[in-house]
């Protein structure tokens, strides 16, 4: 990938919300595509081989995200969500927060269209990347009455479209939002973290694509991976704590006000 855009230079270049708005040009880039159904979600004998190789590590650094939606777009593209519905495996959410305690929260269209907003006194502006937290306590995989969803050996949760009944249970039982029923296979889905490619040692395709380095993934038993040196060092936050559900999915600099 090329050099990457900081915060900052998005700053200078006039991308802040409540001036200009945020105006990204449709940059068409070329992720590494591997071969296989988009679905992936039916786990083969030889990712489980690998199990005890993997244990994998998300990390998002809320300060990177400039809310260009590259993710959200990347996303659809390789895991077969259809780009013309308002169901995604991963979002954006934009959160505007006024002097009088205020917080205006929106993701028009998962956050591929974020437009200018204003916000009178508005004092600070963030956005926060979301998906599946691929939790360690799942409560959506316990209410699946056909066995359907599952943990993986390698800690991901995933869907099993051939059983899926489309009964929506796991929807409602997920407290994040994260699952959806596929308008077409009429089947749960969700993000996977793209388990298809990371299972080949590819990224996930919203990692791969992110301009800013604002999602960052790994294997953490490789030497030296990015995810367990933050994980090591930083301050890093999950969604929802109390609930008790073990998100994996780590936050750098998230505002308390992030539900
Ligand atoms: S975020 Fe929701 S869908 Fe994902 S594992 Fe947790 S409860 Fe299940
Ligand atoms: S996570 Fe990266 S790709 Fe997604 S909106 Fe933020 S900056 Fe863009």
Redesign the pocket.
């Known amino acids: 990938m090329g050099k990457q855009i900081t915060r900052r230079d998005f700053l200078k270049a006039g991308g802040q919300i409540l001036a200009g708005g945020i105006f990204f040009s449709a940059v068409s880039m070329v992720i590494p595509r591997v071969a296989g159904s988009a679905d992936g979600d039916i786990v083969n004998s030889k990712w489980q081989q690998t199990w005890a190789k993997q244990t994998w590590g998300f990390v998002v650094d809320t300060e990177k995200c400039i809310g260009c939606g590259m993710c959200v777009k990347a996303c659809k593209e390789e895991n077969g969500v259809p780009m013309d519905e308002e169901v995604f495996r991963t979002w954006v959410e934009r959160y505007v927060m006024a002097a009088g305690g205020q917080t205006h929260i929106d993701s028009p269209n998962g956050g591929l269209d974020f437009n200018a907003i204003t916000i009178d006194n508005a004092k600070k502006s963030f956005f926060v990347p979301k998906l599946?937290?691929?939790?360690d306590n799942?409560?959506?995989?316990k209410v699946c009455p056909v066995g359907a969803t599952y943990k993986t050996g390698d800690g991901v949760?995933l869907v099993d479209g051939e059983r899926c009944i489309g009964c929506r249970y796991c929807i409602q039982?997920?407290?994040?939002g994260?699952?959806f029923l596929h308008p077409q296979k009429k089947t749960a889905d969700?993000c996977t973290w793209c388990y298809h490619r990371i299972t080949k040692g590819l990224l996930p395709a919203c990692v791969q694509v992110c301009p800013t380095g604002a999602r960052i993934f790994a294997n953490l038993q490789t030497p030296g991976n990015p995810v367990s040196r933050l994980l090591e060092t930083k301050r890093v936050d999950v969604l929802k704590p109390a609930l008790g559900?073990e998100?994996m999915v780590y936050y750098m600099g998230l505002d308390k006000v992030v539900v």
Do not use: D, E, I
């Open positions: 599946c937290n691929q939790c799942p409560p959506c995989t949760v039982a997920c407290p994040y994260a699952r969700k559900t998100p």
